[in-house]
Every structure is written in C-alpha cells, then in structure tokens.
C-alpha cells in the first residue's frame, strides 16, 4: 500500500524567499511520486514526476523536487518565490505500473506575500 | 487536444435527489478515475475504471454512490439519495495506462447538497 504525509497544511513566504514544502512517502513497491498544484476552482495539474531516473526532477515554473530513499522523501523547492505561486500544491504516490491510482496527499496551501 | 470534460461545473441540489455528474476522458485513455474533494478528508479516490473495467470501488463511501463507464469515452458517478455530506468537488482523471501513469484531471465539479 502507498501514502504519502505532507508536512504543514500551511507555508508562507515572501516574494524572491525560498519555496519548500515536504512530503515523505510510504510504499511496499518502488514508486512513481508526483507533485500536482492547484489554482482556485481549478483541476489539478502536474508540477513534476519521478519515475526512477534521475533523483532531481526539474518541473514547470521553476520547481524542482529530489527523491531521496533513504529518507522516503520527495521535497518541493523553488529558489525564489513569485507571487503566481500562491496555490495548493499535492504531493502523490503510486505504485510503479502505468494504470494505478494516485494516493493524494492533505496538500499545503503556499501563500507568498510582497 | 480537448482535456478531460466534466458536467455540470456546479450543482446545488436538495436533499434526497438523485445527482449525476459525468465525464469525457482524453481521447485515447484507458484509465478513468473520480476523486472527491474536501476540506476535512482532501482528495479521496473513489473508483478507477481500466479498459472500462471497474478495478477498484473500496473508495465508495455508501451504496448511495454508483459509477459506470459505458463505453471508453464516457463515464457517470451517480448519488441516489443524495445527503448534505456528500457536498464537495468532485474530479474525474484519466491516464493513458501506459509510461509513468500521469493523471490529467477535469476542472471538477462542485456538488451542494441542501
């Protein structure tokens, strides 16, 4: 079975500071982690993957996350905050085969602040 | 390409009736999945269909949910009597069951029981 826990429901930072949101994983099979943000009354849309290649995945907008075994995590950075990044941002996991289901994080709602 | 198409995008109902919400998937996809959305639980899975095929319903909540995917471009989540805590979003994904089984999510739809 796969989980995964986000640390901090709420992140707050200012405009150019450092984005970092956590998520540890938990998964009997090697696994495929995501991470999806969320715009107001929007769908979910994917931020980056991986899937058992390089351990630092580069993503849309800048966001860039390392998967790291030995800690089961699969942390979400960006250098400098811009304030389009205001979102709610999910991390995911999913066992390592095509046609399963994601298992969603609670999600961490980043606000960035002038 | 058009993504995945979801309607209605609200529905305000009472309680007792019958609600349908339904789904077109990306063309070509053959994985289907409804999640619901919450304040207090997040983003459930509450079934995925692959090839049609209902692989995984344990995320139903009451037999008052049903969902059925008839054909591969159309599905339907159905809740018959509907009750005030079913009020929530409700998102439809779908995959390609192929590669790293990203999902590509519709814009939800956003059901009020009164």
């Known amino acids: 079975a796969q989980s995964v826990t986000q640390l901090g429901s709420h992140v707050s930072v200012s405009e150019g500071a450092l984005v970092l949101l956590r998520c540890n994983y938990s998964s009997s099979v090697p696994p495929y982690l995501f991470w999806y943000v969320q715009y107001p009354n929007q769908g979910l849309q994917l931020l980056l993957k991986?899937?058992?290649?390089?351990?630092l995945v580069k993503g849309i907008n800048g966001f860039e996350a390392e998967f790291k075994k030995s800690e089961t995590s699969f942390h979400l950075t960006k250098p400098s905050a811009h304030m389009r990044d205001a979102a709610e941002y999910f991390c995911?996991?999913?066992?390592?085969?095509?046609?399963?289901?994601?298992?969603f994080g609670k999600g961490t709602t980043l606000s960035v602040s002038s | 390409d058009a993504g995945v198409i979801q309607s209605p995008r609200h529905e305000v109902t009472e309680m007792g009736q019958e609600v349908t919400l339904r789904c077109k998937p990306i063309?070509?996809?053959?994985?289907l999945f409804w999640y619901r959305q919450t304040m207090m639980r997040g983003l459930e899975l509450l079934i995925y269909?692959?090839?049609?095929?209902?692989?995984?319903d344990s995320g139903m909540p009451e037999d008052r949910f049903s969902a059925k995917m008839p054909n591969a471009s159309f599905s339907t989540l159905k809740i018959q009597p509907s009750e005030p805590r079913d009020s929530a979003v409700y998102f439809c994904?779908?995959?390609?069951?192929?590669?790293?089984?990203?999902?590509?999510f519709g814009e939800g739809s956003r059901l009020t029981v009164l």
């Open positions: 995911a996991v999913s066992a390592n085969q095509a046609g399963t289901a994601l298992i």
């Open positions: 991986y899937t058992s290649a390089a351990t």
């Open positions: 063309s070509g996809h053959n994985s």
């Open positions: 994904a779908s995959s390609s069951g192929l590669g790293t089984g990203e999902l590509f």
């Open positions: 269909f692959n090839n049609n095929v209902p692989i995984d």
